[in-house]
């Protein structure tokens, strides 16, 4: 069961100093029947004992006690901005907890949220997992951007296919972007999410905005080299303006206060997942009509297929290792989107190495 627990004891120890800060950290994972030591930090001394209470606000369990042991308080002595706590995990689940005191002057509660799992080792492979997919999926944009580079063509990259990647990438950085650099969006997803953290690192950001100067540099290839007469289709030009309307109309209702600027993201978001259900379709009917994948760089599929399945399987362990499995079937969004792309990733190595293979003794003369 998914409860909220409230633990709050106040002790008669005089008010904190007008701005005084603490700080500890945003998340903390410990295998499971572990022990660790948490670091509080004021932003200034005080001239009175900090008295710390811990107010449960989420657990896993029935009872956050089952997933891990707090102190019931912790002092920090006057003249001092440092303390130190221990915790205890007992079975794999989640706990969030806000440090409080007895002061009305604290301009600052530090949240913390604990991860119980079952492995350490598990969660190292997950991590590793994470970058290397992170690694082929940043890489996979390459391939194409050399394959028109060695050709001097764009011939076989559909431009519908350009167009909307570029959008929905677009879209991307604005989400993240938004929720990893500016606090008050930070603030208000925590707000409208207590039990959660930020879904955004900074893997993401860096990812979303490669990607944006990867697309640019294809539509300048596209704008520079041969392109055998195309262009876009009115079809993706339609598609193109209602997202584009439709994120400006959410843009201008979230700088007049009728929603919120976290609303605006989540529907920028909602325009990359749109994206993704139907750039590849373009290209995949491009190649069927033409017969040929010539053009279109089988090493970005490859990538792109690889990263795909290294994100399905450390969705995977996460949800073993955390004993939340609705990580996967909870998000349909995020396990949807990559189990679709893997498998166009597998139609397009389909038609290269099968459908429309290159028949033996052809030499190019173009």
């Known amino acids: 069961s998914w409860l909220p627990v409230t633990s709050c004891f106040f002790l008669p120890v005089q008010p904190l100093e007008a701005g005084v800060r603490l700080f500890a950290p945003d998340a903390i994972t410990l295998q499971q029947a572990s022990a ?3 670091h509080v930090t004021a932003s200034s001394p005080a001239q009175q004992p900090i008295v710390i209470h811990f107010n449960v606000t989420y657990t896993s369990r029935e009872n956050y006690s089952s997933v891990i042991s707090l102190p019931e308080q912790v002092l920090l002595p006057p003249d001092s901005t440092t303390v130190s706590f221990n915790v205890t995990s007992h079975h794999v689940g989640q706990v969030t907890t806000y440090l409080q005191c007895n002061s009305t002057d604290l301009s600052h509660l ?28 940043s890489l996979s944009f390459y391939p194409q951007a050399w394959e028109n580079w060695r050709r001097k063509s764009v011939v076989g990259l559909n431009f519908d296919f350009l167009a909307l990647n570029l959008t929905g990438f677009v879209a991307y950085s604005v989400f993240n972007v938004a929720l990893f650099w500016v606090p008050a969006v930070q603030e208000e ?11 955004v690192s900074s893997n993401d950001v860096f990812f979303s905005l490669h990607a944006v100067l990867l697309c640019l540099v294809y539509l300048c290839q596209a704008a520079i080299y041969k392109r055998g007469g195309q262009k876009v289709s009115w079809t993706a030009v339609s598609l193109l303006l209602v997202g584009w309307t439709f994120a400006l109309v ?3 209702l979230a700088g007049t206060g009728h929603i919120t600027w976290l609303d605006f993201l989540y529907y ?3 325009i990359k997942l749109a994206v993704t259900l139907i ?3 373009p290209q995949a009917f491009m190649n069927y009509r033409r017969q040929s994948t010539e053009g279109w760089s089988v090493g970005g599929v490859l ?15 996460q949800s073993y290792n955390n004993d939340e499995w609705r990580l996967v079937f909870g998000d349909p969004t995020k396990f949807g989107l990559g189990a ?3 498998l166009f990733d597998i139609l397009f190595l389909t038609q290269h190495y099968c459908l429309y293979r290159r028949p033996a003794g052809y030499r190019s003369i173009s």
């Open 303 to 317: 990538m792109d297929f690889s990263g795909g399945l290294f994100s399905i399987l450390q969705m995977f362990l």
């Open 110 to 137: 530090s949240r913390i949220h604990f991860m119980v799992i079952h492995s350490r080792g598990l969660d190292v492979l997950s991590q590793v997992l994470g970058w290397i997919y992170f690694l082929l999926w």
């Open 340 to 342: 679709f792309s893997v």
């Open 189 to 199: 997803f925590l707000q409208r999410n207590p039990k959660g953290i930020n879904p």
């Open 268 to 270: 920028c978001s909602y």
């Open 36 to 38: 660790a030591s948490v």
């Open 279 to 281: 750039k590849y379709v």
């Open 250 to 252: 959410t843009l201008v």
